[in-house]
RNA sequence: GGGCCCGUAGCUCAGCCCGGUAGAGCAGGCGGCUCUUAACCGCAAGAUCAGGGGUUCGAAUCCCCUCGGGCCCGCCA
C-alpha cells in the first residue's frame, strides 16, 4: 500500500507540522504523575450525574479512540493498560486557542496525557474533566475502523500491535496468558520447584519424537540444534543434585502452524526427586485447580474461562490406556498384538502408517483417532504401552506398560507424566529399541545423557505442559495463533 | 504435501453467479453544534479491485499462473 502518499498519513504528517512550528515536540520524554485510568473513574463513579470533583486532580495517559466534537465542548476516549476513560473538554476551561490547538492537532490513535478534574456526566459516564492535554506521541496512520476493529487474521497477526490495541479481548487474551505462566511458576516455586534455564542450542535435539531447527555456530564451526524438549537437560540437574527443578521456555520443532501446533512454543518441564507418578498426578490436579481460578478472574466474561473452576474441580476422572482403547476398538489383545497387526490396525483409521513403524507410532495413532476425541472431561489416561516412550520406567506391577500418564480435556493433551526410567542400561536398551533401523530416527541414542545416567539419577518423576495448549484450555481460545503473539509468517514480498 | 475458500479506499464490507469501466459505513478534510459515547447535520475528497498473463469491442467480474492468508486433511505432540 502507498502509505507514504496517502492523504492520511499527509493529513496526520501536517498536524504533525503544527505542533513543530508552535515551537513544541510531538514526541516529548515524559508525563508525570500518570495514574491508571480506572482511578480516576473509580473517583468519578461516587459522584452524582453532572457533578465534578473539584478537590482532585488527577493525570492519565493512553492512545486516543473517538473524538465526539460539539462545537465548543469535545468528547475524547482514551485508552490505557487498564481500560478505557472519557475526556470531556471545553472551551471555557482550556480557552479559546487552547482548545482550538487541541482539535487542530490531534487523531484517534495518538498517545495523549490529560490532567484534570473527575467529573460524572449528565448521562452518568466517569469522565475527565481536562485542565491539560498534551500529545505524547503523534500516530502518523491512522488506527483501524472504531467498531469492527482489525478482522483480517493476517493484519491482526502481522501487525500484533494494532491488534492489541484495537482490541479489548486480544488484550485481555494474552493479558490472561501472562497471568497464568505467572500462576504455574509461582505453584511450582511454592511447592519448593527450582526454576532454571538450560539454554536453547545444542549438538543434540532429543527428548521427543520431533524435527529439529538446524543452524551453524561459526565458533564450533558446526550444526547446532534448537531444543525439542526440556527433558534430558533437567534430568542431568536431578543427577547434579537439584532435585526439584522446572523450565518453563521455548521449544522449537520443524513443523507446520495449525490451531494448536506451533513451531515455536512454550514448554514447562518439571523434574520430582524421589516422587513418583502418582505424587505428580495429585500435583497436576491441584495445578490446574489452582489455574482455572486464575483464568476466570482474568476472563470473567469469557464463558470457557469462568467456567473453568467448575470443570477443573478435582477428582478428575481417570481411566486406564489399554482398557479404554480396547473399549473404544471394540476388541481386546492390544498390547500382545504382533506390531504388523498394529500397522494394519493404525492404517484401517486412515492414517499414514511406514511399513517400519514402531508399536509406539501405531498406539498413539490408534488412541488418537479412538480414544481422545472422546475425553471431553479432565481425565487421566493411566499406564501406557512400554513403546510409546523410552523415557518411561516400567510399571512397578503391570507388565508391557510403563508408568505415565497423559492429562486430556476436549480432545487434547494438557500435560504428560511419568515415572521417571533412571537405569542407565535400560534407558540405553530402550533408545535402540525405539530408533530401530531407522537411521534418522529422532530419538537418537544419547550416549552424553546415557553416560549421565550412569552417576546415578534419583527415583523421580518429570512432568510437561504446553504452556499455550493449557491457556487454551482454561481461557476458551479455539486457535493457538490466538496465544502466540508473533507467530512465524512468511516473508513478505 | 493434497482439497476447498478468501484478497475491492487507511479500516469494515457490498459489487463477481449473469462482463458495460467501482459503491457504502467508519476514519480523515471543510462548515455547523457546550453533555456526547458506533454522537448528529451539510458539503467535498479518497481505489495499482493482491500481482502478472490470457479471452473479449470491453474484465473487479470469465480462464491460467504467481504471491499472501484462512479452514479441513496429511505430517507433527
Same mark, same amino acid.
Given at each position: 500500500?502507498?502509505?507514504?502518499?496517502?492523504? /492520511?498519513?499527509?493529513?496526520?504528517?501536517?498536524?504533525?507540522?503544527?505542533?513543530?512550528?508552535?515551537?513544541?515536540?510531538?514526541?516529548?520524554?515524559?508525563? #508525570?504523575?500518570?495514574?491508571?485510568?480506572?482511578?480516576?473513574?473509580?473517583?468519578?463513579?461516587?459522584?452524582?450525574?453532572?457533578?465534578?470533583?473539584?478537590?482532585?486532580?488527577?493525570?492519565?495517559?493512553? %492512545?486516543?479512540?473517538?473524538?465526539?466534537?460539539?462545537?465548543?465542548?469535545?468528547?475524547?476516549?482514551?485508552?490505557?493498560?487498564?481500560?478505557?476513560?472519557?475526556? $470531556?473538554?471545553?472551551?471555557?476551561?482550556?480557552?479559546?486557542?487552547?482548545?482550538?490547538?487541541?482539535?487542530?492537532?490531534?487523531?484517534?490513535? *495518538?498517545?495523549?496525557?490529560?490532567?484534570?478534574?473527575?467529573?460524572?456526566?449528565?448521562?452518568?459516564?466517569?469522565?475527565?474533566?481536562?485542565?491539560?492535554?498534551?500529545?505524547?506521541?503523534?500516530?502518523? =496512520?491512522?488506527?483501524?475502523?472504531?467498531?469492527?476493529?482489525?478482522?483480517?487474521?493476517?493484519?491482526?497477526? =502481522?501487525?500484533?500491535?494494532?491488534?492489541?490495541?484495537?482490541?479489548?479481548?486480544?488484550?485481555?487474551?494474552?493479558?490472561?496468558?501472562? /497471568?497464568?505462566?505467572?500462576?504455574?511458576?509461582?505453584?511450582?516455586?511454592?511447592?519448593?520447584?527450582?526454576?532454571?534455564?538450560?539454554?536453547?542450542?545444542?549438538?543434540?535435539?532429543?527428548?521427543?519424537?520431533?524435527?529439529?531447527?538446524?543452524? !551453524?555456530?561459526?565458533?564450533?564451526?558446526?550444526?547446532?540444534?534448537? %531444543?525439542?524438549? +526440556?527433558? /534430558?537437560?533437567?534430568?542431568?540437574?536431578?543427577?547434579?543434585?537439584?532435585?526439584?527443578?522446572?523450565?518453563?521456555?521455548?521449544? $522449537?520443532?520443524?513443523?507446520? +502452524?495449525?490451531?494448536? !501446533?506451533?513451531?515455536?512454543?512454550?514448554?514447562?518441564?518439571?523434574?520430582?526427586?524421589?516422587?513418583?507418578?502418582?505424587? &505428580?498426578?495429585?500435583?497436576?490436579?491441584?495445578?490446574?485447580?489452582?489455574?482455572?481460578?486464575?483464568?476466570?478472574?482474568? +476472563?470473567?466474561?469469557?464463558?470457557?474461562?469462568?467456567? #473453568?473452576?467448575?470443570?477443573?474441580?478435582?477428582?478428575?476422572?481417570?481411566?486406564?490406556?489399554?482398557?479404554?482403547?480396547?473399549?473404544?476398538?471394540?476388541?481386546?489383545?492390544?498390547? *500382545?498384538?504382533?506390531?504388523?497387526?498394529?500397522?494394519?490396525?493404525?492404517?484401517?483409521?486412515?492414517?499414514?502408517?511406514?511399513?517400519?513403524?514402531?508399536?509406539?507410532?501405531?498406539?498413539?495413532?490408534?488412541?488418537?483417532?479412538?480414544?481422545?476425541?472422546?475425553?471431553?472431561?479432565?481425565?487421566?489416561? &493411566?499406564?501406557?504401552?512400554?513403546?510409546?516412550?523410552?523415557?518411561?520406567?516400567?510399571?512397578?506391577? %503391570?507388565?508391557?506398560?510403563?508408568?505415565?500418564?497423559?492429562? $486430556?480435556?476436549?480432545?487434547?493433551?494438557?500435560?504428560?507424566?511419568?515415572?521417571?526410567?533412571?537405569?542407565?542400561?535400560?534407558? =540405553?536398551?530402550? $533408545?535402540?529399541?525405539?530408533?530401530?533401523?531407522?537411521?534418522?530416527? !529422532?530419538?537418537?541414542?544419547?550416549?552424553?545423557?546415557?553416560?549421565? +545416567?550412569?552417576?546415578? &539419577?534419583?527415583?523421580?518423576?518429570? /512432568?510437561?505442559?504446553?504452556?499455550?495448549?493449557?491457556?487454551?484450555?482454561?481461557?476458551?481460545?479455539?486457535?493457538?495463533?490466538?496465544?502466540?503473539?508473533?507467530?512465524?509468517?512468511?516473508?513478505? =514480498?
Amino acid at each position: 500500500m502507498a502509505d507514504e502518499e496517502s492523504q /492520511l498519513v499527509a493529513e496526520r504528517r501536517r498536524k504533525l507540522g503544527l505542533v513543530r512550528s508552535a515551537g513544541r515536540t510531538a514526541y516529548p520524554y515524559r508525563f #508525570a504523575d500518570v495514574v491508571a485510568t480506572g482511578t480516576v473513574a473509580t473517583a468519578a463513579r461516587a459522584l452524582e450525574p453532572g457533578a465534578e470533583d473539584l478537590a482532585q486532580s488527577f493525570a492519565v495517559a493512553g %492512545r486516543l479512540g473517538a473524538i465526539r466534537q460539539h462545537g465548543k465542548s469535545a468528547f475524547l476516549d482514551l485508552q490505557d493498560r487498564d481500560g478505557s476513560l472519557q475526556l $470531556f473538554a471545553r472551551v471555557d476551561e482550556l480557552g479559546e486557542a487552547g482548545y482550538q490547538t487541541m482539535l487542530d492537532e490531534l487523531d484517534p490513535g *495518538d498517545i495523549v496525557g490529560a490532567v484534570g478534574r473527575p467529573v460524572r456526566t449528565k448521562r452518568g459516564e466517569p469522565s475527565l474533566r481536562v485542565t491539560r492535554i498534551e500529545l505524547l506521541a503523534k500516530a502518523l =496512520r491512522p488506527p483501524p475502523e472504531k467498531w469492527h476493529g482489525l478482522q483480517d487474521e493476517e493484519a491482526r497477526i =502481522r501487525h500484533r500491535h494494532v491488534d492489541l490495541f484495537a482490541s479489548r479481548e486480544s488484550r485481555a487474551r494474552f493479558r490472561a496468558r501472562s /497471568l497464568l505462566t505467572a500462576g504455574l511458576r509461582n505453584f511450582l516455586t511454592e511447592a519448593g520447584f527450582l526454576e532454571v534455564e538450560t539454554g536453547v542450542l545444542s549438538s543434540v535435539a532429543s527428548g521427543a519424537a520431533a524435527r529439529p531447527f538446524v543452524t !551453524h555456530s561459526h565458533y564450533l564451526n558446526d550444526e547446532l540444534r534448537l %531444543r525439542v524438549a +526440556l527433558e /534430558l537437560q533437567l534430568k542431568r540437574l536431578l543427577i547434579g543434585g537439584l532435585e526439584r527443578v522446572f523450565e518453563l521456555g521455548p521449544v $522449537f520443532r520443524n513443523e507446520d +502452524l495449525d490451531s494448536t !501446533h506451533s513451531p515455536e512454543f512454550t514448554m514447562m518441564e518439571c523434574y520430582w526427586a524421589y516422587a513418583d507418578y502418582t505424587d &505428580m498426578r495429585g500435583l497436576v490436579e491441584r495445578l490446574y485447580e489452582r489455574l482455572a481460578h486464575v483464568a476466570a478472574a482474568a +476472563l470473567p466474561d469469557v464463558p470457557g474461562a469462568k467456567a #473453568a473452576p467448575e470443570v477443573f474441580r478435582p477428582p478428575f476422572d481417570v481411566v486406564d490406556y489399554v482398557e479404554t482403547l480396547e473399549r473404544a476398538m471394540g476388541r481386546d489383545g492390544l498390547l *500382545d498384538a504382533p506390531v504388523d497387526e498394529l500397522r494394519r490396525l493404525a492404517r484401517a483409521t486412515g492414517v499414514a502408517i511406514a511399513d517400519d513403524a514402531p508399536a509406539g507410532k501405531c498406539f498413539d495413532k490408534l488412541f488418537d483417532k479412538y480414544v481422545e476425541p472422546t475425553l471431553l472431561r479432565p481425565t487421566f489416561v &493411566m499406564d501406557y504401552p512400554t513403546a510409546t516412550s523410552p523415557l518411561a520406567k516400567a510399571h512397578r506391577s %503391570r507388565p508391557g506398560r510403563i508408568e505415565r500418564f497423559e492429562l $486430556f480435556y476436549r480432545g487434547f493433551e494438557l500435560g504428560n507424566a511419568y515415572s521417571e526410567l533412571n537405569d542407565p542400561d535400560e534407558q =540405553r536398551r530402550r $533408545f535402540l529399541e525405539q530408533a530401530g533401523d531407522d537411521p534418522d530416527a !529422532h530419538f537418537a541414542l544419547d550416549e552424553e545423557f546415557v553416560e549421565a +545416567l550412569e552417576h546415578g &539419577m534419583p527415583p523421580a518423576s518429570g /512432568l510437561g505442559i504446553g504452556v499455550e495448549r493449557m491457556a487454551m484450555a482454561l481461557t476458551g481460545t479455539s486457535s493457538i495463533k490466538d496465544l502466540v503473539l508473533f507467530p512465524p509468517t512468511r516473508r513478505r =514480498r
